[in-house]
């Protein structure tokens, strides 16, 4: 069984950095790299929206615009670790942040980014003050 723990959000000031990290279990071994993986984030009230995805194998890399530029999603696949740094963040980043897989192939498809049927962590929560 797939598994996921997010962990390193936090509350910062506005133009800070945190690096999330997702560590994950379950996988057989050499098998993390194969998937895409992504971050997906849900504040208070609004819709999840995936944020950044990771293609398996070769690693192509996705961001929607509002985070292009400043978020970078990476993977050690040594480790089985998801990453994504976060620089200059902005208030409108807060939320709760999640990784995520669907297992299904290495290529980052429209049910993975939907968020069907992902395997999910529990989510790590980053707060942006002004």
């Known amino acids: 069984q797939v598994q996921f723990v997010e962990s390193g959000g936090d509350s910062v000031q506005a133009g800070g950095s945190l690096r999330l990290s997702c560590a994950a279990s379950?996988?057989?071994?050499?098998?993390?790299?194969?998937?895409?993986m992504g971050w997906f984030r849900q504040a208070p009230g609004k819709e999840r929206e995936g944020v950044a995805r990771i293609v398996g194998g070769v690693g192509s890399t996705y961001y929607i615009e509002s985070v292009k530029g400043r978020f970078t999603i990476s993977k050690d696949n040594n480790k089985d670790i998801l990453y994504l740094q976060m620089n200059d963040l902005k208030p409108e980043d807060s939320a709760m942040y999640y990784c995520?897989?669907?297992?299904?192939?290495?290529?980052?498809?429209?049910?993975?980014?939907?968020?069907?049927?992902?395997?999910w962590g529990q989510g790590t929560q980053v707060t942006v003050n002004s």
């Open positions: 379950g996988f057989p071994p050499l098998q993390f790299k194969r998937y895409c």
């Open positions: 995520a897989t669907r297992l299904d192939g290495s290529v980052c498809s429209e049910r993975f980014w939907r968020g069907d049927d992902n395997y």
